[in-house]
Protein backbone atom coordinates (compact mmCIF):
# COMPACT_ATOMS: atom_id res chain seq x y z
CA UNK A 1 0.00 0.00 0.00
CA UNK A 2 1.26 3.30 -1.16
CA UNK A 3 1.70 6.12 1.19
CA UNK A 4 -1.31 8.11 -0.50
CA UNK A 5 -3.71 5.31 -0.10
CA UNK A 6 -2.71 4.57 3.67
CA UNK A 7 -2.98 8.52 4.23
CA UNK A 8 -6.95 8.20 2.15
CA UNK A 9 -7.52 5.28 4.35
CA UNK A 10 -7.07 7.32 7.34
CA UNK A 11 -8.83 10.05 6.64
CA UNK A 12 -11.78 8.06 5.35
CA UNK A 13 -11.81 6.23 8.79
CA UNK A 14 -11.51 9.58 10.63
CA UNK A 15 -14.27 11.09 8.63
CA UNK A 16 -16.42 7.90 9.32
CA UNK A 17 -16.22 8.37 12.93
CA UNK A 18 -17.15 11.97 12.66
CA UNK A 19 -20.48 11.01 11.15
CA UNK A 20 -19.23 11.37 7.36
CA UNK A 21 -20.67 7.95 6.71
CA UNK A 22 -23.32 9.31 4.03
CA UNK A 23 -20.94 11.11 1.83
CA UNK A 24 -18.03 7.84 1.82
CA UNK A 25 -21.40 5.67 0.76
CA UNK A 26 -22.07 8.41 -1.99
CA UNK A 27 -18.42 8.65 -2.62
CA UNK A 28 -17.88 4.80 -3.28
CA UNK A 29 -21.07 5.05 -4.94
CA UNK A 30 -19.58 7.03 -8.04
CA UNK A 31 -16.55 5.16 -8.26
CA UNK A 32 -18.88 1.92 -8.75
CA UNK A 33 -20.46 3.41 -11.42
CA UNK A 34 -17.37 4.54 -12.91
CA UNK A 35 -15.94 1.77 -13.14
CA UNK A 36 -18.81 -0.13 -14.44
CA UNK A 37 -18.97 2.45 -17.06
CA UNK A 38 -15.60 1.49 -18.04
CA UNK A 39 -16.30 -2.22 -17.78
CA UNK A 40 -14.06 -2.76 -14.70
CA UNK A 41 -16.58 -4.79 -13.64
CA UNK A 42 -14.14 -6.62 -10.74
CA UNK A 43 -12.93 -2.96 -9.80
CA UNK A 44 -17.13 -2.08 -9.66
CA UNK A 45 -17.66 -5.53 -7.13
CA UNK A 46 -15.05 -3.71 -4.80
CA UNK A 47 -16.79 -0.79 -4.44
CA UNK A 48 -20.21 -2.53 -4.22
CA UNK A 49 -18.86 -4.51 -1.09
CA UNK A 50 -17.72 -1.56 0.30
CA UNK A 51 -21.13 0.61 -0.12
CA UNK A 52 -23.15 -2.66 1.42
CA UNK A 53 -20.65 -2.76 4.26
CA UNK A 54 -20.86 0.91 4.81
CA UNK A 55 -24.84 0.87 5.27
CA UNK A 56 -24.98 -2.12 7.05
CA UNK A 57 -22.88 -0.24 9.61
CA UNK A 58 -24.55 2.81 8.90
CA UNK A 59 -28.87 1.45 9.38
CA UNK A 60 -27.94 0.32 12.64
CA UNK A 61 -27.18 3.91 13.91
CA UNK A 62 -29.91 5.86 11.78
CA UNK A 63 -32.32 7.34 14.05
CA UNK A 64 -33.80 10.08 11.75
CA UNK A 65 -34.77 9.90 7.98
CA UNK A 66 -33.55 13.76 8.02
CA UNK A 67 -30.10 13.13 7.19
CA UNK A 68 -29.07 16.82 7.51
CA UNK A 69 -29.78 16.63 11.60
CA UNK A 70 -26.65 17.33 13.09
CA UNK A 71 -26.96 17.98 17.08
CA UNK A 72 -25.61 16.60 20.40
CA UNK A 73 -28.43 15.75 23.42
CA UNK A 74 -28.36 15.33 26.85
CA UNK A 75 -30.89 14.16 28.89
CA UNK A 76 -31.03 13.52 33.00
CA UNK A 77 -33.20 11.86 35.32
CA UNK A 78 -32.30 11.69 39.13
CA UNK A 79 -33.37 9.46 41.78
CA UNK A 80 -32.40 9.52 45.69
CA UNK A 81 -29.37 12.18 45.26
CA UNK A 82 -28.16 10.50 42.31
CA UNK A 83 -28.18 11.42 38.61
CA UNK A 84 -28.09 9.51 35.55
CA UNK A 85 -27.14 10.96 32.23
CA UNK A 86 -26.99 9.86 28.75
CA UNK A 87 -24.97 11.93 25.69
CA UNK A 88 -25.76 11.13 22.21
CA UNK A 89 -23.55 12.87 19.24
CA UNK A 90 -26.23 12.35 16.37
CA UNK A 91 -24.68 13.50 12.55
CA UNK A 92 -26.34 13.00 9.77
CA UNK A 93 -29.31 11.17 11.15
CA UNK A 94 -27.26 8.77 13.28
CA UNK A 95 -25.29 8.44 16.74
CA UNK A 96 -22.16 8.15 16.22
CA UNK A 97 -21.22 8.97 20.14
CA UNK A 98 -23.39 7.73 23.31
CA UNK A 99 -22.00 8.08 26.74
CA UNK A 100 -23.64 7.34 30.32
CA UNK A 101 -22.43 8.98 33.05
CA UNK A 102 -23.82 9.33 36.48
CA UNK A 103 -23.36 12.26 39.34
CA UNK A 104 -24.04 12.20 43.22
CA UNK A 105 -26.09 15.11 43.67
CA UNK A 106 -24.77 17.57 46.52
CA UNK A 107 -28.18 18.35 49.04
CA UNK A 108 -30.37 21.17 47.57
CA UNK A 109 -28.61 20.68 44.12
CA UNK A 110 -30.77 21.79 41.19
CA UNK A 111 -30.97 19.49 38.16
CA UNK A 112 -30.01 22.24 35.96
CA UNK A 113 -26.64 22.64 37.61
CA UNK A 114 -25.80 18.77 37.28
CA UNK A 115 -26.77 19.44 33.38
CA UNK A 116 -24.44 21.96 33.10
CA UNK A 117 -21.65 20.17 34.94
CA UNK A 118 -22.79 16.94 32.65
CA UNK A 119 -22.09 18.93 29.41
CA UNK A 120 -19.05 20.66 30.50
CA UNK A 121 -17.51 16.87 31.48
CA UNK A 122 -18.92 15.79 28.07
CA UNK A 123 -16.87 18.92 26.21
CA UNK A 124 -13.97 18.05 27.66
CA UNK A 125 -13.87 14.74 26.48
CA UNK A 126 -15.14 14.73 23.07
CA UNK A 127 -14.45 18.16 21.96
CA UNK A 128 -16.50 21.43 21.08
CA UNK A 129 -20.39 21.05 20.70
CA UNK A 130 -22.77 21.12 17.76
CA UNK A 131 -24.26 24.67 17.07
CA UNK A 132 -27.72 22.72 18.37
CA UNK A 133 -27.69 20.67 21.93
CA UNK A 134 -31.04 19.23 23.06
CA UNK A 135 -31.92 19.20 26.18
CA UNK A 136 -35.01 18.03 28.67
CA UNK A 137 -34.71 21.32 30.17
CA UNK A 138 -32.34 24.48 30.01
CA UNK A 139 -28.91 24.66 32.26
CA UNK A 140 -27.81 27.31 34.28
CA UNK A 141 -25.21 28.24 32.37
CA UNK A 142 -24.73 29.94 28.16
CA UNK A 143 -21.70 28.84 25.95
CA UNK A 144 -20.92 30.76 22.92
CA UNK A 145 -22.21 29.72 19.70
CA UNK A 146 -24.70 26.59 21.41
CA UNK A 147 -27.74 27.17 21.23
CA UNK A 148 -29.54 24.90 23.76
CA UNK A 149 -33.15 23.99 22.44
CA UNK A 150 -36.51 21.94 24.12
CA UNK A 151 -37.44 20.18 21.43
CA UNK A 152 -41.44 19.73 21.65
CA UNK A 153 -42.68 17.75 18.49
CA UNK A 154 -41.13 15.58 15.39
CA UNK A 155 -38.26 14.09 15.02
CA UNK A 156 -35.88 16.16 17.51
CA UNK A 157 -38.19 15.36 20.14
CA UNK A 158 -38.02 11.62 18.93
CA UNK A 159 -33.59 11.63 19.69
CA UNK A 160 -34.27 13.50 22.79
CA UNK A 161 -36.91 10.74 23.89
CA UNK A 162 -34.51 7.64 22.87
CA UNK A 163 -31.89 9.73 24.90
CA UNK A 164 -33.91 9.54 28.00
CA UNK A 165 -35.05 6.08 27.86
CA UNK A 166 -31.41 5.18 27.59
CA UNK A 167 -30.90 7.27 30.89
CA UNK A 168 -33.70 5.76 32.64
CA UNK A 169 -31.37 2.21 31.90
CA UNK A 170 -28.79 3.08 33.08
CA UNK A 171 -30.11 4.21 36.46
CA UNK A 172 -32.28 1.00 36.51
CA UNK A 173 -28.73 -1.32 35.82
CA UNK A 174 -27.10 0.65 38.12
CA UNK A 175 -29.71 0.52 40.74
CA UNK A 176 -29.83 -2.82 40.27
CA UNK A 177 -26.11 -3.36 40.18
CA UNK A 178 -25.90 -1.37 43.43
CA UNK A 179 -28.80 -3.60 45.23
CA UNK A 180 -26.21 -6.75 44.87
CA UNK A 181 -22.99 -5.37 45.16
CA UNK A 182 -23.94 -3.38 48.41
CA UNK A 183 -27.65 -4.12 49.78
CA UNK A 184 -27.59 -1.97 52.45
CA UNK A 185 -26.46 1.24 50.88
CA UNK A 186 -29.27 0.22 48.06
CA UNK A 187 -31.87 0.09 50.86
CA UNK A 188 -31.19 2.93 52.49
CA UNK A 189 -31.14 4.85 48.81
CA UNK A 190 -34.67 3.28 48.48
CA UNK A 191 -35.64 4.68 51.85
CA UNK A 192 -34.38 8.04 50.98
CA UNK A 193 -35.95 8.25 47.74
CA UNK A 194 -39.57 6.84 50.15
CA UNK A 195 -38.85 9.71 52.48
CA UNK A 196 -38.86 12.45 49.35
CA UNK A 197 -41.51 11.64 47.61
CA UNK A 198 -43.58 11.50 50.74
CA UNK A 199 -42.07 14.84 52.71
CA UNK A 200 -41.55 12.77 55.56
CA UNK A 201 -39.08 14.38 58.22
CA UNK A 202 -37.44 11.15 59.34
CA UNK A 203 -36.04 7.58 57.31
CA UNK A 204 -38.71 5.64 57.30
CA UNK A 205 -36.49 2.82 58.52
CA UNK A 206 -39.42 1.08 60.29
CA UNK A 207 -42.48 0.87 57.77
CA UNK A 208 -45.97 -0.80 59.08
CA UNK A 209 -49.06 -2.03 57.23
CA UNK A 210 -52.38 -2.56 57.73
CA UNK A 211 -55.01 -4.85 55.72
CA UNK A 212 -58.93 -5.79 56.42
CA UNK A 213 -59.46 -9.58 55.53
CA UNK A 214 -63.59 -10.26 55.36
CA UNK A 215 -64.48 -12.42 52.18
CA UNK A 216 -68.14 -12.79 51.82
CA UNK A 217 -68.00 -10.97 55.54
CA UNK A 218 -67.07 -13.58 57.26
CA UNK A 219 -64.28 -14.29 59.86
CA UNK A 220 -63.56 -10.47 59.99
CA UNK A 221 -59.38 -10.43 60.77
CA UNK A 222 -56.48 -7.59 60.26
CA UNK A 223 -53.30 -8.02 59.88
CA UNK A 224 -50.15 -5.70 60.04
CA UNK A 225 -46.78 -6.23 59.14
CA UNK A 226 -43.66 -4.71 59.73
CA UNK A 227 -40.96 -3.75 57.53
CA UNK A 228 -37.69 -2.57 59.60
CA UNK A 229 -34.75 -1.36 56.74
CA UNK A 230 -36.07 -1.91 54.27
CA UNK A 231 -37.42 -6.07 54.68
CA UNK A 232 -39.90 -7.56 56.13
CA UNK A 233 -39.20 -8.57 60.10
CA UNK A 234 -41.45 -11.40 59.96
CA UNK A 235 -41.29 -11.87 63.81
CA UNK A 236 -43.14 -8.57 64.43
CA UNK A 237 -45.97 -9.09 62.11
CA UNK A 238 -49.19 -9.45 64.25
CA UNK A 239 -52.38 -10.75 63.08
CA UNK A 240 -55.68 -9.58 64.91
CA UNK A 241 -59.61 -11.24 65.18
CA UNK A 242 -62.24 -8.02 64.96
CA UNK A 243 -64.01 -7.97 68.38
CA UNK A 244 -65.98 -4.92 68.58
CA UNK A 245 -67.28 -4.40 64.99
CA UNK A 246 -70.28 -6.39 63.32
CA UNK A 247 -70.54 -7.57 60.39
CA UNK A 248 -68.35 -6.27 57.57
CA UNK A 249 -67.40 -2.74 58.11
CA UNK A 250 -63.77 -2.29 56.96
CA UNK A 251 -63.77 1.50 58.36
CA UNK A 252 -64.27 0.37 62.02
CA UNK A 253 -62.39 -2.52 61.63
CA UNK A 254 -59.30 -0.64 60.57
CA UNK A 255 -60.00 1.75 63.43
CA UNK A 256 -60.13 -0.86 66.09
CA UNK A 257 -56.78 -2.66 64.97
CA UNK A 258 -54.67 0.70 64.86
CA UNK A 259 -56.14 1.50 67.57
CA UNK A 260 -55.48 -2.08 69.44
CA UNK A 261 -51.87 -2.07 68.15
CA UNK A 262 -50.76 1.34 68.73
CA UNK A 263 -52.49 1.34 72.26
CA UNK A 264 -50.65 -1.62 72.96
CA UNK A 265 -47.43 -0.24 71.99
CA UNK A 266 -47.55 2.91 73.55
CA UNK A 267 -48.12 0.70 76.80
CA UNK A 268 -45.02 -1.63 76.25
CA UNK A 269 -42.89 0.22 73.77
CA UNK A 270 -43.18 3.59 73.23
CA UNK A 271 -39.54 3.55 71.59
CA UNK A 272 -40.26 1.40 68.98
CA UNK A 273 -43.32 3.60 66.82
CA UNK A 274 -42.83 3.54 63.40
CA UNK A 275 -41.81 6.15 61.17
CA UNK A 276 -44.44 5.31 58.23
CA UNK A 277 -47.87 3.60 58.33
CA UNK A 278 -48.61 2.69 55.34
CA UNK A 279 -53.31 1.49 55.18
CA UNK A 280 -54.11 -1.22 52.53
CA UNK A 281 -57.20 0.98 50.91
CA UNK A 282 -58.26 4.40 50.01
CA UNK A 283 -59.38 7.47 51.99
CA UNK A 284 -62.37 5.77 54.30
CA UNK A 285 -59.61 3.09 55.81
CA UNK A 286 -57.13 6.12 56.50
CA UNK A 287 -59.87 8.83 57.54
CA UNK A 288 -60.41 6.17 60.22
CA UNK A 289 -56.78 4.82 61.06
CA UNK A 290 -56.18 8.45 61.19
CA UNK A 291 -58.70 8.89 63.68
CA UNK A 292 -57.32 5.98 66.64
CA UNK A 293 -53.97 7.76 65.93
CA UNK A 294 -55.01 11.25 66.71
CA UNK A 295 -57.00 9.75 70.02
CA UNK A 296 -53.93 8.47 70.96
CA UNK A 297 -51.77 11.78 70.17
CA UNK A 298 -49.63 9.78 67.68
CA UNK A 299 -50.39 11.92 64.25
CA UNK A 300 -47.61 14.40 64.98
CA UNK A 301 -45.06 11.85 65.53
CA UNK A 302 -45.50 9.73 62.38
CA UNK A 303 -46.50 9.81 58.61
CA UNK A 304 -49.71 7.74 57.72
CA UNK A 305 -50.86 7.01 53.65
CA UNK A 306 -52.94 4.66 52.22
CA UNK A 307 -52.22 2.86 48.95
CA UNK A 308 -55.00 2.43 46.58
CA UNK A 309 -54.72 -1.12 45.00
CA UNK A 310 -56.46 0.11 41.72
CA UNK A 311 -54.12 2.75 40.08
CA UNK A 312 -51.25 2.70 42.79
CA UNK A 313 -52.25 6.05 44.30
CA UNK A 314 -50.95 7.41 47.69
CA UNK A 315 -53.18 8.97 49.47
CA UNK A 316 -52.66 11.72 52.10
CA UNK A 317 -54.38 12.81 55.02
CA UNK A 318 -56.02 16.04 54.25
CA UNK A 319 -55.10 16.38 50.83
CA UNK A 320 -57.85 15.91 47.98
CA UNK A 321 -55.85 15.04 45.07
CA UNK A 322 -53.84 11.30 45.40
CA UNK A 323 -49.94 11.57 44.78
CA UNK A 324 -48.84 9.20 41.93
CA UNK A 325 -45.21 8.45 41.91
CA UNK A 326 -43.43 6.77 39.63
CA UNK A 327 -44.61 3.50 38.51
CA UNK A 328 -40.82 2.73 37.73
CA UNK A 329 -39.22 4.10 40.98
CA UNK A 330 -38.24 2.06 44.05
CA UNK A 331 -39.92 4.42 46.23
CA UNK A 332 -43.64 2.91 45.16
CA UNK A 333 -41.97 -0.88 45.25
CA UNK A 334 -41.61 -0.36 48.57
CA UNK A 335 -44.92 0.28 49.41
CA UNK A 336 -46.66 -2.36 47.27
CA UNK A 337 -44.38 -4.84 48.66
CA UNK A 338 -45.14 -4.22 52.04
CA UNK A 339 -49.11 -3.74 50.90
CA UNK A 340 -48.86 -6.95 48.92
CA UNK A 341 -46.91 -8.86 52.07
CA UNK A 342 -49.76 -7.68 54.37
CA UNK A 343 -52.69 -8.74 51.67
CA UNK A 344 -50.73 -12.53 51.73
CA UNK A 345 -50.74 -12.79 55.45
CA UNK A 346 -54.36 -11.29 56.58
CA UNK A 347 -55.40 -13.77 53.50
CA UNK A 348 -53.60 -17.03 55.15
CA UNK A 349 -54.97 -15.90 58.43
CA UNK A 350 -58.39 -15.89 57.25
CA UNK A 351 -58.22 -18.57 55.26
CA UNK A 352 -56.83 -20.62 58.77
CA UNK A 353 -59.86 -19.57 60.50
CA UNK A 354 -62.18 -20.46 57.38
CA UNK A 355 -61.22 -24.02 57.52
CA UNK A 356 -61.64 -24.02 61.06
CA UNK A 357 -64.73 -22.59 61.35
CA UNK A 358 -66.22 -25.21 58.41
CA UNK A 359 -64.59 -28.13 60.58
CA UNK A 360 -67.01 -26.90 63.71
CA UNK A 361 -70.02 -26.51 62.05
CA UNK A 362 -69.41 -29.50 60.48
CA UNK A 363 -68.77 -31.73 63.35
CA UNK A 364 -69.94 -30.02 66.29
CA UNK A 365 -73.66 -29.21 64.71
CA UNK A 366 -74.09 -32.90 65.05
CA UNK A 367 -76.37 -33.74 68.29
CA UNK A 368 -74.18 -35.20 70.22
CA UNK A 369 -70.93 -34.18 68.89
CA UNK A 370 -68.86 -31.97 71.68
CA UNK A 371 -65.83 -30.58 71.68
CA UNK A 372 -63.64 -33.31 73.34
CA UNK A 373 -65.68 -35.63 70.69
CA UNK A 374 -64.60 -33.64 68.01
CA UNK A 375 -60.88 -33.64 68.87
CA UNK A 376 -60.78 -37.15 69.39
CA UNK A 377 -62.31 -38.00 66.19
CA UNK A 378 -60.44 -35.76 64.21
CA UNK A 379 -57.40 -36.95 66.11
CA UNK A 380 -58.37 -40.59 65.11
CA UNK A 381 -59.12 -40.15 61.82
CA UNK A 382 -57.03 -36.61 60.33
CA UNK A 383 -59.97 -34.83 58.48
CA UNK A 384 -63.60 -34.69 58.11
CA UNK A 385 -64.00 -36.40 54.71
CA UNK A 386 -61.94 -39.33 56.20
CA UNK A 387 -64.67 -39.54 58.89
CA UNK A 388 -67.67 -39.23 56.37
CA UNK A 389 -65.91 -42.27 54.73
CA UNK A 390 -65.48 -44.47 57.28
CA UNK A 391 -68.50 -47.73 57.75
CA UNK A 392 -71.04 -47.07 60.44
CA UNK A 393 -69.55 -50.20 61.98
CA UNK A 394 -65.75 -49.13 62.14
CA UNK A 395 -66.99 -45.69 63.44
CA UNK A 396 -69.48 -47.34 66.11
CA UNK A 397 -66.50 -49.52 67.15
CA UNK A 398 -64.24 -46.30 67.91
CA UNK A 399 -66.90 -44.34 69.96
CA UNK A 400 -68.84 -46.94 71.58
CA UNK A 401 -72.20 -45.63 70.43
CA UNK A 402 -73.51 -46.75 67.21
CA UNK A 403 -76.95 -44.66 67.24
CA UNK A 404 -74.38 -41.43 67.64
CA UNK A 405 -72.06 -43.16 64.48
CA UNK A 406 -74.92 -43.33 62.32
CA UNK A 407 -76.12 -39.80 62.58
CA UNK A 408 -72.41 -38.34 62.69
CA UNK A 409 -72.24 -40.48 59.20
CA UNK A 410 -75.62 -39.35 57.77
CA UNK A 411 -75.13 -36.23 58.89
CA UNK A 412 -71.74 -35.82 57.34
CA UNK A 413 -72.84 -37.38 53.79
CA UNK A 414 -75.97 -35.47 53.57
CA UNK A 415 -73.39 -31.84 53.90
Known sequence: MSVADYNADVEEIVSLLKGGANEIIQHYKRLMHDAADRLD????????EKVDSLQQHYSKSVITSATDTNVDVFSLVTDAGESFGNFMRVRSGAVIQSLNLGFKMNIEEEPEAVLSEFIAEIESKFGKLAGEVLVPFLPDVEMEGVNFRIPVKGDKLAILALSTRNAKEF???????????????YRTMVLSELQKALGMKA???????????????????????????????????????????????????????????????????????????????????LDFAYQALSELGLTEKLTVVGLAKRLEEVIRVGDPYPLFIDRNSSALKVLQHIRDEAHRFGITFHRSLRSK???????????????QTEKRLLMHYGSVPRIAAASVDDLASFLGKRELAERIISKLNDN
Do not use: W
Not at 173 to 181: A, D, V
Not at 211 to 236: E, L, M
Open 41 to 48: FEQAQIYK
Open 171 to 185: QFNSIRQKEHTDPDQ
Open 203 to 285: LPEHIECFDNSNIQGTNPVASCVVFRGGVPSKKDYRKFKIKTVIGANDYASMKEVVNRRYSRMLAEAPDDLPQLIVIDGGKGQ
Open 357 to 371: SQIESALTKIKGVGE
